[in-house]
Structures are given as C-alpha cells and as structure tokens.
C-alpha cells in the first residue's frame, strides 16, 4: 500500500529557514500536500502541489516535488516561533482528492 | 475559515463499553466527512468514509461492527466504538468536505478525540 515517510523532528533557530522532508511510494500520487498542525487544533491545510508541478511557492512557503525520486519539500523561510507544529506531509492519488495517506509528521521546534 | 469540532477531545472507558465520537461541521455542510486513526508514532491512517444518509465505505482491515458510522445530518457525523478493547486506544480525528465548494483545499479537520481503553 501507500506509505509516506518523514522524520520525526526538527529544530531551527527564529529567522533560519526550515525545510522538511518527505518521501513517499505511490508512482500514481496526484495530489501532494502539507498539513500543519498545533497543539490542541485540527490539521490546516497549508499548500499542496499536483504531481505535474515541479515548484509552488507561497509567500514564505515553498515546495519541491521531485517525482523521479519521489520526495516531496517544504521550506519555510525566516521561520518564527509560531511555526512551531507538527507538520505532516501526505498524498492522494488519482482516485480522489480526499483520500489522503498521511505521513507521520515532523515536529518543528523554533528556538528564539 | 471553515470549523470542524470534536467531542469529546478526550474519553477513557473500560474495556467492554462503547464509545461514541462525534464530528461537526460548524459553519458548512458536509455531505462527506472521513475518519482517521492515528496509533502512538504512526501515521494517520484512513478508516472510513462517511456519507449522509447512506452507508460509510470503510478501508481495507476496518471492522465495520467494530467501528460504527452515522451520518445522519449535514452537519454531523458519528463515530461509535463498539465493546472497546485497549488495543482501540488511539487518536481518532474527523475531516469534513464543504459540500457547497468541493474543491482540493475545503477538506476541513478536527483536533481529534484521544481515546483511552483500561
């Protein structure tokens, strides 16, 4: 079955960038995304990337899809303390959208 | 934006009794609306998928007995585990499609219930 794989955990310093990484194994994902998600709240979709796409970025954001390899990027730059969170990467693949295979999440600590 | 809540955000119950999650749609309709098991460093993992007024569509491995859905309103969806054992103890966490939109980014979330079985 489908399987997406990230670390565990990740800390930076306030004002570094932050990149997390993701590898998954479904050659027919469609749908790549990035989900955040902070104590006590629901998950909150923060991007996401078609699988024909290469690079999105979003303001601070951005995501690297390199499909031959099959590993999926966010950065986040001049990270703040309040992007401090759990940051899960998951896909879906061309049967829907909504069916969506998480990773098991990088907890990203931002040291001031 | 969009609001799903969940309640309880905690339960503990002793092996034998059922449980009963349940998931809203705060401020839109939801004709769809998933569930998620999380187990202690996994990944969330898709249970079902529930539909108003019609059966759910459980994932491969899920005892729909085990496991029971109700999704009887717009706005509501319900998770009932049944004669719980430990082994059910986990992190369950809804999702809600806006069914006015149902687009790539309306799939909403919930905080989860964190569910203890003694």
């Known amino acids: 079955g489908e399987d997406v794989e990230q670390s565990l955990f990740l800390s930076v310093r306030e004002g570094d960038s932050s990149v997390i990484n993701c590898t998954y194994t479904d050659s027919s994902s469609t749908y790549l995304y990035w989900y955040k998600q902070e104590p006590g709240a629901g998950l909150q979709l923060l991007t996401y990337?078609?699988?024909?796409?290469d690079m999105k970025q979003d303001q601070r954001l951005t995501v690297l899809l390199n499909k031959k390899d099959k590993h999926l990027s966010l950065r986040i730059a001049d990270t703040q303390t309040g992007d401090s969170a759990i940051y899960f990467c998951a896909e879906a693949d061309s049967g829907g959208y909504q069916k969506v295979t998480f990773g098991i999440g990088t907890k990203l600590q931002v040291i001031p | 934006g969009a609001v799903v809540s969940q309640h309880p955000s905690r339960v503990i119950c002793k092996s034998g009794t059922s449980v009963k999650i349940e998931c809203r749609s705060l401020d839109f309709q939801a004709t769809t609306m998933f569930w998620y098991r999380q187990f202690p460093k996994k990944s969330l993992m898709l249970m079902a998928t529930?539909?108003?007024?019609?059966?759910?569509?459980?994932e491969q491995g899920v005892e729909k007995d085990k496991f029971l859905i109700n999704h009887a309103s717009l706005t509501l969806s319900t998770l009932t585990v049944t004669s719980a054992h430990p082994e059910d103890s986990s992190f369950y966490i809804c999702?809600?499609?806006?069914?006015?939109?149902?687009?790539?980014?309306?799939?909403?979330f919930g905080p989860g219930t964190r569910l203890t079985v003694l």
């Open positions: 990337i078609f699988s024909n796409m």
């Open positions: 999702s809600a499609e806006d069914t006015a939109k149902r687009e790539i980014d309306t799939q909403y």
């Open positions: 529930s539909n108003e007024g019609s059966k759910a569509t459980y």
